[in-house]
T-cell receptor, first 116, second 114 residues
Framework: DGGITQSPKYLFRKEGQNVTLSCEQN?????MYWYRQDPGQGLRLIYYSQIVNDFQKGDIAEGYSVSREKKESFPLTVTSAQKNPTAFYLCASSTPSTGARTDTQYFGPGTRLTVL | QKEVEQNSGPLSVPEGAIASLNCTYS??????FFWYRQYSGKSPELIMFIYSNGDKEDGRFTAQLNKASQYVSLLIRDSQPSDSATYLCAVNSQRNSGYSTLTFGKGTMLLVSP
């Protein structure tokens, strides 16, 4: 089965801790994305990567970091610098954007992070 | 900052009725438009995408795009209680990186009553 997996499903973090959220896809997609969703809000883009070993900041990158060493994997680290990290984190993948169009993004099941 | 606006709802319709969901966007250069459905506590799943002006039909769903008015809508015919969810509109925009990404609206909650 092709798809996107995220782990863990639930994650609890203490103040001052860094945590890493995993995202893996076997759809052979070049592009991967991280979004954050707060209650009653739409999705906000944290980081995106269109190709291995390259990534760009989205709209709310402060306090987050990513790496893209493999095509299949795009882990997100929530650092202690992120002031309000409690949220639902969603990873997505797609074929890379070409020209002015964007291809469909497919989402993983999400990780719900809570700061204690 | 590119914006995508949706009425938060809830939009309440009886079973069997047509539900009409609307979305406006600010970037005149947008070329790709998506509707996602999100059940409570779950991740978004694609309903439809549309690239060209006009209507696009897929089963009970019809997406309508009017680029001149910067308006995209989703019609759901013969609404079912299982359609009760939040519907997210997403629109692409070109970034300084040269890549285009999606901007999401906050979503419209749809409630279909039996």
């Amino acid at each position: 089965d092709g798809g996107i997996t995220q782990s863990p499903k639930y994650l609890f973090r203490k103040e001052g801790q860094n945590v890493t959220l995993s995202c893996e896809q076997n759809l052979n997609h070049d592009a991967m994305y991280w979004y954050r969703q707060d209650p009653g809000q739409g999705l906000r883009l944290i980081y995106y990567s269109q190709i291995v070993n390259d990534f760009q900041k989205g709209d709310i990158a402060e306090g987050y970091s990513v790496s893209r060493e493999k095509k299949e994997s795009f882990p997100l680290t929530v650092t202690s610098a992120q002031k309000n990290p409690t949220a639902f984190y969603l990873c997505a993948s797609s074929t890379p954007s070409t020209g002015a169009r964007t291809d469909t993004q497919y989402f993983g099941p999400g990780t719900r992070l809570t700061v204690l | 900052q590119k914006e995508v606006e949706q009425n938060s709802g809830p939009l309440s319709v009886p079973e069997g009725a047509i539900a009409s969901l609307n979305c406006t966007y600010s970037d005149r250069g947008s070329q790709s438009f998506f509707w996602y459905r999100q059940y409570s506590g779950k991740s978004p799943e694609l309903i439809m995408f549309i690239y060209s002006n006009g209507d696009k039909e897929d089963g009970r769903f019809t997406a309508q795009l009017n680029k001149a008015s910067q308006y995209v809508s989703l019609l759901i015919r013969d609404s079912q209680p299982s359609d009760s969810a939040t519907y997210l509109c997403a629109v692409n925009s070109q970034r300084n990186s040269g890549y285009s990404t999606l901007t999401f609206g906050k979503g419209t909650m749809l409630l279909v009553s039996p």
